[in-house]
T-cell receptor
Framework: GIQVEQSPPDLILQEGANSTLRCNFS?????LQWFHQNPWGQLINLFY???GTKQNGRLSATTVATERYSLLYISSSQTTDSGVYFC???????????FGAGTQVVVTP | NAGVMQNPRHLVRRRGQEARLRCSPM?????VYWYRQLPEEGLKFMVY????????ESGMPKERFSAEFPKEGPSILRIQQVVRGDSAAYFC????????????FGQGTRLTVV
């Protein structure tokens, strides 16, 4: 199956800082999504982005499908951005998501 | 439009008991997926169902685990004779289509086996 690698595994940011999270995948994909799992365990949809660039407030994402990677940008980070960020892809015809191991983000005041 | 609803949010079972986890997909979604998240790990696919059919159960343990999505009512993930290693968060996701559509997740059921 498709391998999904996320980097870095951990990230500590001071409030107000910017950061970039990366997701590499081993084969072509039909779907790519970014999620934020908050400290209460809830999974929140950030982006559905199999290709191209999208922005939502302080967050933006870019997927370069031909080079098999996606980037998630967090600007002006806030403490509420803390949590784990997951990248997940669909490689086959079903909608089965293959998750990366996640990036643990801690934003300090 | 309510999101994906899972219940219960927390479930405690003694070893050997049965656990039943429920998932109601978003309105208009006929595709349901179950995932398991062990402590400090990512989510792992378990099973994919459409109404009354199991499409892919390649991630489901061969014994004690079963899933259904009846014509009426929520999808059910059933774990018989639970063991300590079943303790995890179980998430359900739904989507309106297959590969090229966005999936939305419920809040999860946290199962603790004591």
């Amino acid at each position: 199956g498709i391998q999904v690698e996320q980097s870095p595994p951990d990230l500590i940011l001071q409030e107000g800082a910017n950061s970039t999270l990366r997701c590499n995948f081993s084969d072509s994909v039909n779907n790519l999504q970014w999620f934020h799992q908050n400290p209460w365990g809830q999974l929140i949809n950030l982006f559905y982005i199999p290709s191209g660039t999208k922005q939502n407030g302080r967050l933006s994402a870019t997927t370069v499908a031909t080079e098999r990677y996606s980037l998630l940008y967090i600007s002006s980070s806030q403490t509420t951005d803390s949590g784990v960020y997951f990248c997940a892809v669909v490689g086959g015809s079903w909608g089965k998501l293959q998750f990366g191991a996640g990036t643990q983000v801690v934003v300090t005041p | 439009n309510a999101g994906v609803m899972q219940n219960p949010r927390h479930l405690v079972r003694r070893r050997g008991q049965e656990a039943r986890l429920r998932c109601s997909p978003m309105k208009g979604h006929s595709h349901v997926y179950w995932y398991r998240q062990l402590p400090e790990e990512g989510l792992k696919f378990m099973v994919y169902l459409q109404k009354e059919n199991i499409i892919d159960e390649s991630g489901m343990p061969k014994e004690r685990f079963s899933a259904e999505f009846p014509k009426e009512g929520p999808s059910i993930l059933r774990i018989q004779q639970v063991v300590r290693g079943d303790s995890a968060a179980y998430f359900c996701a739904s989507s309106p289509g297959t590969a090229n559509t966005e999936a939305f997740f419920g809040q999860g059921t946290r199962l603790t086996v004591v």
